[in-house]
């Protein structure tokens, strides 16, 4: 029979990512995040998998939190140009210095080239929108 969780998964993976995002990937170890997350490294790997997939969750989770927050952005605007030029800055800043977006992109880690990418995409995009004349309204 298997034992009863002593532990809030929600929280933990929270923490991890905070690991994550201060060290990165290839920087943490098992060890940080056991200390870090505060459960046994058996209660880890039943939890979460490996190392990898725990990873992969709290970049899920992380991407989750920020694609609510973009929304907001949008939907909060009074211009929906302005929303866009907020929501392009706030992409640009929450994401482009993260350890967890920038240092294991660099470094290749599988599977997340795109979002290097689309970050700098969205950092060229705010770039022009700051430009004067850069945007054109047509009207019927």
């Known amino acids: 029979m298997a034992r009863k969780r002593e532990f809030d998964a929600d929280e933990a993976l929270e923490r991890a990512i905070e690991v994550f995002h201060r060290k990165g990937f290839a920087s943490t170890s098992m060890r940080d995040l056991v200390d870090h997350m505060g459960i046994g490294r058996g209660s880890l790997y039943e939890t979460f998998g490996s190392k990898e997939q725990l990873f992969v969750r709290a970049l899920t989770r992380y991407a989750d939190r920020s ?63 700051d430009e004067p004349g850069a945007v054109c309204v047509v009207t019927d």
């Open 67 to 129: 694609l609510e927050g973009m929304v907001a952005c949008l939907e909060d605007a009074d211009d929906p140009l302005e929303g866009i030029r907020d929501l392009l800055h706030k992409v640009v800043d929450n994401h482009a210095g993260s350890v967890v977006l920038g240092q294991d992109l660099r470094v290749g880690y599988a599977g997340f080239d795109g979002i290097h990418y689309q970050l700098f995409v969205c950092e060229s995009m705010v770039l022009r929108l």
